[in-house]
């Protein structure tokens, strides 16, 4: 049983030492046939093999998942098992809509500051295509007529239960209190685009990634790149979709808001010293981490205030910062959080596109975003990062990561 560390080992820092991602499939394609516990699976396996870590040294299994309805107990646990992690290694599943990856990897990192644990594996995983429609009040009884059926995608993912309303609307909320037009956010929808078209191109992408093998009747299917981008996407293309959400007078369409999409992230985590001890080569300390909550209405707006406090608990300043990845919910949310409030130099956030592009399967989104910082810290031997994601129902989380 390890033992509970003294208030100096408190001081550890913790490492990130492996770092993966499926590829993001687009929603009913290529992925569809994986339950979200496959696909973490697929993710833990190659984040051990990738630093030879046997899967019994493993203490502690955190996941993100939003979409658990019908997907049986316990999704992290049974992406655990699959991966062959020993049974008696606990897991357990963590609910924080789209911050849900990256809250998994604040619970573990935790976790090992308190000594409950040494080596953790945390990440994020999600199908929405796999996500089921059910019948609400099916248990009360119903006499005479037709049952309704509810999306739970939408009623457990993407519907503000304080509100009443879409995700999509409280992006037009920020585009109301922000006076962001549907030009700036077209643009900022094609320019993710073209991040990632050239990202795809130049193979950014094929280090961070791990296959996913698909068996049909008719054989072998092996996915090894994203879905979702459209490299295609022109500015004019974007400028002739309709409002999706508020359809007198909005300006957030299907092709400069974020995906519905299949995938999952995960992260092998130690501190320094037990990283050290296995002559293992950090991908990134964690220098802090915060969660903050917003008005659910502009829910968009969250990673401000979760920023601010994760850069002043690392004490550093916004300019000190090298890369970003801000979730791109929407366009709107986006320039409001990066340009409008946080003033961030553009050419230091979502370099490679962000979710617009490449997509957003919810619970899987807040470690793919730091999967694809940090590799992106590697290749640019930068020092310092940042993620962070607003979060449906008012909230925002952000974590800051450093490499010596």
Same mark, same amino acid.
């Given at each position: 049983?390890?033992?509970?560390?003294?208030?100096?080992?408190?001081?550890?820092?913790?490492?990130?030492?492996?770092?993966?991602?499926?590829?993001?499939?687009?929603?009913? =394609?290529? %992925?569809?046939?994986?339950?979200?516990?496959?696909?973490?699976?697929?993710?833990?396996?190659?984040?051990?093999?990738?630093?030879? /870590?046997?899967?019994?040294?493993?203490?502690?299994?955190?996941?993100?998942?939003?979409?658990?309805?019908?997907?049986?107990?316990?999704?992290?646990?049974?992406?655990?098992?699959?991966?062959?992690?020993?049974?008696?290694?606990?897991?357990?599943?963590?609910? $924080?809509?789209?911050?849900?990856?990256?809250?998994?990897?604040? %619970?573990?990192?935790?976790?090992?500051?308190?000594?409950?644990?040494?080596?953790?594996?945390?990440?994020?995983? #999600?199908?929405?295509?796999?996500?089921?429609?059910? @019948?609400?009040?099916?248990?009360?009884?119903?006499?005479?007529? #037709?049952?309704?059926? &509810?999306?739970?995608?939408?009623?457990?993912?993407?519907?503000? &239960?304080?509100?009443?309303?879409?995700?999509? @609307?409280?992006?037009?909320?920020?585009?109301?209190?922000?006076?962001?037009?549907?030009?700036?956010?077209?643009?900022?929808?094609?320019?993710?685009?073209?991040?990632?078209?050239?990202?795809?191109?130049?193979?950014?992408?094929?280090?961070?990634?791990?296959?996913?093998?698909?068996?049909?009747?008719?054989?072998?299917?092996?996915?090894?790149?994203?879905?979702?981008?459209?490299?295609?996407?022109?500015?004019?293309?974007?400028?002739?979709?309709?409002?999706?959400?508020?359809?007198?007078?909005?300006?957030?369409? *299907?092709?400069?808001?974020?995906?519905?999409?299949?995938? &999952? *992230? $995960?992260?092998?985590?130690?501190?320094?010293?037990?990283?050290?001890?296995?002559?293992?080569?950090? /991908?990134?300390? @964690?220098?802090?981490?915060?969660?903050?909550?917003?008005?659910?209405?502009? $829910?968009?707006?969250?990673?401000?205030?979760?920023?601010?406090?994760?850069?002043?608990?690392?004490?550093?300043?916004?300019?000190?910062?090298?890369?970003?990845?801000?979730?791109?919910?929407?366009?709107?949310?986006?320039?409001? !959080? *990066?340009?409008?409030? /946080?003033?961030?130099?553009?050419?230091?956030?979502? !370099?490679?596109?962000?979710? @617009?592009?490449?997509?957003?399967?919810?619970?899987?989104?807040?470690?793919?975003?730091?999967?694809?910082?940090?590799?992106?810290?590697?290749?640019?031997?930068? =020092?310092?990062?940042?993620?962070?994601?607003?979060?449906?129902?008012?909230?925002?989380? &952000? $974590?800051?990561?450093?490499? =010596?």
């Amino acid at each position: 049983v390890n033992q509970p560390r003294s208030r100096e080992n408190m001081a550890s820092k913790v490492a990130i030492v492996s770092a993966v991602r499926t590829p993001i499939g687009a929603f009913c =394609k290529g %992925l569809a046939a994986k339950s979200a516990a496959d696909l973490g699976s697929v993710c833990i396996k190659s984040a051990l093999e990738r630093i030879n /870590l046997p899967a019994d040294k493993v203490d502690e299994v955190v996941i993100g998942q939003v979409l658990t309805a019908n997907c049986g107990q316990n999704p992290a646990r049974q992406a655990s098992i699959k991966a062959g992690i020993p049974e008696a290694v606990p897991a357990v599943t963590v609910g $924080m809509v789209c911050g849900s990856g990256l809250k998994a990897i604040e %619970l573990g990192m935790q976790s090992i500051l308190v000594g409950n644990s040494e080596i953790v594996v945390c990440g994020g995983q #999600e199908s929405m295509s796999c996500s089921p429609h059910v @019948i609400p009040n099916s248990r009360n009884g119903h006499r005479m007529g #037709e049952f309704t059926c &509810a999306d739970t995608m939408v009623t457990d993912g993407l519907w503000d &239960a304080f509100n009443n309303i879409h995700m999509g @609307i409280t992006a037009e909320n920020i585009v109301t209190k922000y006076n962001i037009t549907r030009e700036e956010q077209d643009q900022f929808a094609f320019e993710s685009q073209q991040k990632a078209k050239a990202a795809i191109e130049a193979g950014k992408f094929t280090e961070e990634i791990v296959p996913v093998t698909i068996t049909t009747r008719s054989g072998s299917i092996t996915v090894d790149k994203d879905e979702h981008p459209k490299p295609t996407t022109t500015l004019e293309d974007l400028t002739k979709l309709r409002p999706a959400f508020k359809k007198e007078g909005g300006s957030v369409t *299907a092709g400069n808001a974020s995906g519905l999409n299949d995938g &999952a *992230a $995960m992260v092998v985590l130690m501190t320094a010293e037990k990283a050290a001890e296995l002559k293992l080569e950090p /991908l990134a300390l @964690i220098a802090s981490s915060a969660s903050c909550g917003v008005d659910p209405k502009i $829910m968009g707006i969250g990673p401000v205030p979760a920023v601010k406090k994760c850069l002043e608990k690392a004490s550093w300043k916004t300019e000190e910062v090298d890369l970003f990845e801000l979730n791109e919910a929407f366009a709107a949310q986006s320039i409001a !959080v *990066a340009n409008r409030e /946080l003033a961030i130099d553009k050419s230091k956030v979502n !370099v490679n596109g962000g979710a @617009i592009a490449l997509g957003h399967p919810i619970g899987c989104s807040g470690c793919r975003v730091v999967v694809t910082l940090l590799y992106e810290m590697k290749r640019r031997d930068a =020092k310092k990062g940042c993620a962070s994601l607003c979060i449906g129902g008012g909230m925002g989380v &952000a $974590m800051a990561f450093e490499r =010596k």
